[in-house]
């Protein structure tokens, strides 16, 4: 099928428990468009430059603010002269999240989740560590806007906007082949991060929740995920999607007990032995829970000694 489409799927290694991140090539009538980056780190510099040798690029399109999709736009514009492209919401957190400033706030950020100061200190620098991942930063050409026409290979697609993930990502929708480019939106075996990163949309699940139900009403039948391997029947997966959430937040709701901090709360949701990486991840999924249940009117808070205290 990516054949038939004129896409070509690049499997980019990343260092991480998620190995691996999908970016895509895609030959127009004027050169190349290419979909994401990885990391600006020297195997995937290396992996692109042997990819991208005697091609013209034209345009760089970036699905999201991650580093994994994100972090060598700045590098590959630099060496293309590509015209790079996404959303104005995530361009000015790409902008933002990863400056000295926004990083120093976390850890006061961590400490009102309760968490204890060591392990604060520990996921400060674990996120500081991701800068030279994301630098040189790109110059935006163009700003996305849902539902404009864009060409990536032998058909035009149309931008789809899916927040949840991050505030501003993007999906790419062709109707006549009913494929989906779904980003991080929808991945085939693993539940798509869903975090607040405090900043940005204060409930990102429930952003997430309703764009994956407007999402059902596509009917996509192939989707190519920017994890995992392409698949068939996109609503099927989006049913299990939403069958995960609606589990976890019941789940949420019973590890709250009869208060708990955000820290203590994960503690009881995630298993032992996570990474400082993995529990940032562990820590702003449980957050993005706790306030859907909040603003649900299913748990209540209060700053408590300068830590917010979830109850029933």
């Known amino acids: 099928m990516l054949e038939q489409l004129g896409i ?13 991140v999908n970016c895509f090539m895609a030959e127009g009538e004027n050169g190349w468009t290419l979909i994401d980056t990885g ?24 699905t999201h603010y991650h580093p994994d999709h994100f972090g060598y736009a700045g590098g590959l514009q630099q060496k293309t002269n590509a015209r ?32 204890p100061n060591e392990t604060a200190l520990q996921m400060v620098s674990n996120t500081a560590e991701f800068q030279q991942l994301v630098t040189p930063q790109p110059t935006i050409h ?21 927040p949840g993930h991050s505030d501003g990502m993007v999906c790419f929708y062709n109707a006549e082949k009913s494929v989906l480019l779904s980003a991080d939106h929808i991945l085939p075996k693993i539940t798509p991060n869903i975090s607040y990163w405090f900043h940005g949309d204060d409930n990102p699940l429930q952003s997430y929740l309703t764009s994956l139900k407007e999402m059902k009403q596509l009917d996509v039948a192939y989707v190519i ?47 032992p032995g996570l990474t400082v990486h993995e ?3 562990a820590i702003g999924e449980t957050v993005a829970h706790l306030e859907y249940l909040w603003h649900d009117g299913k748990c209540h808070k209060e700053l408590k000694d300068g830590k917010w205290i979830y109850f029933v």
């Open 8 to 20: 070509t799927l690049l499997k980019i290694d990343l260092p991480f428990r998620l190995n691996h």
């Open 225 to 271: 995920p920017s994890h995992g391997k392409p698949f068939y029947g996109a609503n099927d997966r989006i049913n299990e999607l939403l069958k995960h959430h609606e589990e976890r937040l019941e789940e949420t709701i019973a590890a709250i007990g009869s208060e708990s901090t955000v820290y203590e709360v994960c503690n009881r949701l995630f298993r």
């Open 39 to 62: 990391l600006n780190n020297e195997p995937t510099r290396a992996l692109w430059a042997e990819q991208l040798r005697d091609k013209e690029v034209t345009d760089l399109f970036i």
């Open 142 to 162: 163009h700003y996305f806007t849902e539902h404009e026409k864009v060409p990536i290979g032998h058909y035009e697609y149309e931008v789809i906007a899916a």
């Open 279 to 281: 529990t940032r991840f």
């Open 84 to 115: 790079v492209s996404m959303t104005k919401t995530d361009a000015e957190a790409g902008f933002k999240v990863w400056t000295d400033a926004y990083i120093q706030k976390l850890f006061q950020n961590y400490q009102t989740a309760g968490i």
